[in-house]
């Protein structure tokens, strides 16, 4: 079975600090790499994706991502995070093989002024 | 376009009481899952459907979950008889393939008293 890790629960960081949520997956075959956001009281956001192509993904709200295929991971990061970006942030992944899709446990951040 | 549609928001009921949850998924998407998510567990895939179909039901906790999709734009969660344990955000999502990114609805928030 697929799995994926966030290997943070939480991530504490100041107004306008650079942030990285990491993220592992177990897969030998094709995947697609997801990352979402949830905010309190709503449904999980599309934040970026990456189904092929070039590694680095760009996605909503100054956030990207990088597709590492011999580390297995897909880390999320932004170069300066606002007080509006505490939320939590779910990693999944599918695939060509498997027609679901696997989350993480989450990564909660919590951005202090 | 109106997104995934779900109802309702809140739903408070006693033990052993029927309950129903309902989801319209976003027109032209095959694919419909359903979701619990509590702190405990995180993000669990409890059913999904293709075209309808359903296609895995290994997350359904036990037989008093029941999923049912009746046509393309409709699907309902039942919980039957319903227990303090089943306390939690359920969450409906549908996808235009298997592989395409998923789109939430903002979820009910069961409490089972």
């Known amino acids: 079975a697929q799995s994926v890790t966030q290997l943070d629960s939480q991530v504490p960081v100041f107004e306008e600090a650079p942030v990285e949520l990491r993220c592992n997956y177990s897969?030998?075959?094709?995947?697609?790499l997801f990352w979402y956001v949830q905010y309190p009281n709503q449904g999980l956001q599309l934040l970026l994706k990456?189904?092929?192509?070039?590694?680095l993904v760009k996605g909503i709200n100054g956030f990207e991502a990088e597709f590492n295929k011999s580390q297995t991971s897909f880390h999320l990061r932004k170069p300066s995070v606002h007080i509006s970006d505490t939320a939590e942030y779910f990693c999944?992944?599918?695939?060509?093989?498997?027609?679901?899709?696997?989350f993480g446990s989450g990564t909660k951040l919590n951005v202090k002024p | 376009d109106a997104g995934v549609i779900q109802s309702p928001r809140h739903e408070v009921t006693e033990m052993g009481q029927e309950v129903t949850l309902r989801c319209k998924p976003i027109s032209g998407h095959d694919y419909l899952f359903w979701y619990r998510q509590t702190m405990m567990r995180g993000l669990e895939l409890l059913i999904y459907?293709?075209?309808?179909?359903?296609?895995?039901d290994s997350g359904m906790p036990e037989d008093r979950f029941s999923a049912k999709m009746p046509n393309a734009s409709f699907s309902t969660l039942k919980i039957q008889p319903s227990e303090p344990r089943d306390s939690a955000v359920y969450f409906c999502?549908?996808?235009?393939?298997?592989?395409?990114?998923?789109?939430f609805g903002n979820g009910t928030r069961l409490t089972v008293t």
């Open positions: 990456y189904l092929s192509g070039s590694t």
């Open positions: 999944a992944v599918s695939g060509d093989n498997f027609n679901k899709f696997y």
């Open positions: 999502a549908s996808s235009l393939t298997g592989k395409s990114p998923l789109h």
């Open positions: 897969s030998s075959v094709s995947v697609y």
């Open positions: 459907f293709n075209n309808n179909v359903p296609i895995d």
